[in-house]
Each structure stands twice: as C-alpha cells, then as structure tokens.
C-alpha cells in the first residue's frame, strides 16, 4: 500500500489485522456450528438445553439468576473433577447411553454410571436423581433407588401434593404431579419429603392402598442423595405457571456449584482437541496458542502501522545496502510488488530531478528505463541503479562517460551515498 499523503502522521496497515481477524473468525464460526450441532441432538424430555415446555432450561436459568454456578457437562466422567462438598449433581431422566452390557443374553447395565454416584457420594456430593430410567443398586454403600408403576388399568389424572412439614423448609410449594406418575420404592432408611396416599381401582381389591412417596432423600456416607419418581416438577411448563423457589433451594442444600449432566440425553462430548482443553484446564494455554499465531500473522503482513517518512527526501535505500535488501524494505512498507520499480524511480526524480530528466531523454538510456520500469521489481531495481550510477558518472566527466557503453553493462564504479540509495 503506498502512501500518496506523505504528510500524514501515520497510515494504518489494514492487510495484518484483517488476515488474522478473518482466520480466527472462520475458525470460530466452525466451532459455533459444531456446538449446535451437537445441542441439536438433544430430544429427551428435562434436558437442560430445552426451552420448549418438556424441557428444564427454566430451572437452570432462576439457578443462575439466584446466584449459583450452573454448569451443563457433556463430559459424564468431569463429575470426577467436581468439588464434591461445594456441587449438587443433577440428574434428570434420560439414559446412560454408554452404560450397557449384555449377560446372559440379557441386557443390563453395566454399572459404570452407579460407579460415578458412588464415587461421588463418598466424597461427600449431593445428588438429586430425578425419574431414573431403572433400578440402581449400590452393594457397597447399601442404598437402592427403585420407580414403582401403576398395574391397574385405571388412569390417574395431573395433581398437587402438598410436601411434609416436618421435613422441608417452611414455606414450600406444592409438587405437581402428571397423569400416572410412578412412586419410588423405599424403605426405613428413606425421609419421605412428598407423599401422598394410593388411589386403587374399587373394582381392584389386590392392589396397594398404601402411602406413596414421590420425593425423598437419605445419607450416603458422607454425602446426601435424593431422589424424584418423576420429573413433571421442574419441567418448564410447571415452573412457569407456579415457581417453587423455596423447593428449589432446597435441593441444592446451599452448595454453591451446580452440575448437570446432559450425557443422558445425547449430549456426548467427543474426545477431540475441545475435550482435552476443558477436560484438563488448558484453557490459558489455547488462548496463548492464539495470541502466538495472530501475532505470527500480523508479523507477516506488515506492522499495523507505518510510520510517514520525515520528509518526501527521505532515503528509501540506505548507504551500502544491495538491490534485494532495498526492495525487501519496500515490500515490508506494503507497497505492491509490481510498484517497487516505480515509486523508486518517482522518488529520484524527486531528489534528483535534473539527473532524472537527462536520463529519460538520452537515446540509450530512455529506452532502457521504459523497459526497467515494466520489469519485475528485482530485476527492474537492479536496471534502474545501473542507469543511476551511469549518470552519475558520466556527469564526472566526458572522457568517463565515452568509454561506458550504453548497450552493455559494465562494472559499477565505487558506490557514494548518493549512488547507493534512490531518493
């Protein structure tokens, strides 16, 4: 990019900044398009990304609201990481995916994912299981969570239970219920929280009359676990007609973090260069990396600015220097390749402009000069210094100047500053 106001403080470079901007915002865009992609998946009800009423993303929303670190994993193994006694571990409905083996020609799981509660639980984590899909039975921390269905025929239509006050917090909401919600499978190591009492079919005289739990909790070791037969609760369409703060709050037991698994529904976190980042914390690193490669591009183009010349006399090629190094100084002011030539021989004839004027008339030197000036820009430097040193010394003398032939280059005499440099 030449510069036409040589008066001017400073002209900005816009060719670095541009070629780094453009390179980090596609790769951006990529990884934007990636992450929907992959939200995109989602489709089981009460995953947290959901804001349609089957989803939980309201719950997760007034978490944040309220002050809480919400993080939503797609990582089923990062629960490790967590700091057990400051996160509650959500787990709403859904499937282990990963978590399922055949015995016996049967399937069932492989309990990787009761693993994970156990893990979590010894080291003092609270965990609120909601709807799980299936029976999970802990042998080492004796604890089983268990959904029981209705066998009758009949259907029971949507609800509100009232919860136990002697067991919540003062003021909490009522539990809704959907058409036919299971009840969870207790026992005397369970504090029941929501109850309420079986409705049996008259016609049913075998079936169980007794109270129902539909939300209770218990400690494991050092950590707590409660658990929901369902999740009509917290879905969006429930907290939207009737917010449950104070239910809310209580099911995290005051830690601060909040943890969710989306692994359950779809959401799986593939082990490439974004798993390894987030996974080992390398986040500074990546954004060094970044620093690194912008700068190395910038560096590349140009500075991001080019300081004006002191004054439209100023040297452009410095004493003792060769053509190559000379044009590699215009380049590294961006101006284009093909102008090297040109705005050389305009800043001579600015310098020089009698010395210039007797070289574009002179019959030999005329055309060599028309020529040099539509050359590439070495070879057309290397022309144009030979003109100039010519002149320069056939204006020493006549008897110099009959003995060097315009039509065949000669040796270059003894370069002075003047000679050495193109004003």
């Known amino acids: 990019m030449s510069d036409s106001r040589p008066k001017e403080g400073m002209v900005l470079n816009w060719r670095g900044p541009l070629l780094a901007g453009g390179i980090f915002a596609a790769v951006f865009a990529i990884l934007l398009l990636m992450a929907h992609q992959n939200q995109s998946t989602t489709s089981d009800m009460g995953s947290s990304l959901r804001e349609d009423p089957y989803g939980t993303s309201l719950l997760f929303y007034a978490y944040a609201r309220a002050g809480y670190q919400v993080k939503r994993s797609q990582d089923e193994d990062s629960l490790s990481d967590q700091n057990a006694e400051k996160t509650t571990a959500f787990f709403i409905g859904g499937?282990?995916?990963?978590?399922?083996?055949?015995?016996?020609?049967?399937?069932?799981?492989?309990?990787?994912?009761?693993?994970?509660?156990?893990?979590?639980?010894a080291r003092g984590g609270r965990i609120v299981l909601i709807q799980p899909a299936?029976?999970?039975?802990?042998?080492?921390?004796?604890?089983?969570?268990?959904?029981?269905?209705?066998?009758t025929p009949h259907e029971s239509g949507p609800t509100w239970i009232s919860p136990d006050i002697r067991e919540m917090q003062a003021g909490s909401e009522k539990m809704y219920l959907g058409a036919d919600a299971p009840w969870l499978k207790t026992d005397e190591h369970w504090t029941a929280l929501y109850s309420g009492p079986a409705?049996?079919?008259?016609?049913?005289?075998?079936?169980?009359?007794?109270?129902?739990?539909?939300?209770a909790m218990r400690r494991v070791g050092?950590?707590?676990?409660?658990?929901?037969?369902?999740?009509?609760?917290?879905?969006?369409?429930?907290?939207?007609?009737?917010?449950?703060?104070?239910?809310?709050?209580?099911?995290?037991?005051g830690r601060p973090v909040i943890w969710v698994d989306e692994t359950l529904h779809g959401l799986q976190q593939n082990q490439g260069v974004l798993w390894l980042v987030q996974r080992y914390r390398l986040q500074a690193a990546l954004m060094l990396f970044w620093a690194a490669l912008l700068g190395l591009l910038w560096s590349m183009s140009g500075d991001l600015v080019r300081r004006p010349r002191r004054d439209q006399n100023a040297h452009i090629v410095r004493h003792g220097e060769s053509a190559g190094v000379a044009a590699r100084h215009l380049l590294q002011r961006s101006i284009p390749s093909e102008q090297v030539v040109v705005e050389c021989w305009e800043q001579y004839r600015r310098r020089s402009p009698q010395d210039a004027q007797a070289i574009s008339v002179d019959p030999g030197r005329g055309p060599r000069l028309r020529a040099a000036l539509a050359q590439p820009a070495l070879a057309g430097y290397k022309e144009l210094s030979q003109l100039i040193a010519e002149r320069r010394a056939s204006a020493k003398g006549p008897a110099h100047a009959d003995r060097v032939a315009p039509d065949r280059p000669t040796a270059a005499p003894k370069r002075i500053p003047e000679e050495a440099r193109i004003a």
Do not use: H
Request: net charge neutral; glycine share 6%; charged share 30%.
């Open 95 to 121: 499937y282990p995916y990963n978590d399922w083996e055949f015995q016996k020609g049967n399937l069932r799981s492989a309990g990787k994912f009761r693993g994970r509660l156990e893990e979590f639980l």
């Open 134 to 151: 299936w029976k999970l039975k802990s042998e080492s921390q004796v604890w089983e969570v268990e959904n029981k269905w209705n066998e």
């Open 199 to 215: 409705k049996a079919d008259a016609k049913d005289t075998k079936a169980d009359t007794s109270g129902r739990v539909y939300m």
């Open 222 to 253: 050092n950590g707590e676990l409660i658990a929901a037969s369902q999740e009509s609760f917290l879905l969006n369409e429930a907290i939207k007609k009737r917010p449950n703060p104070v239910v809310l709050d209580f099911l995290t037991g």
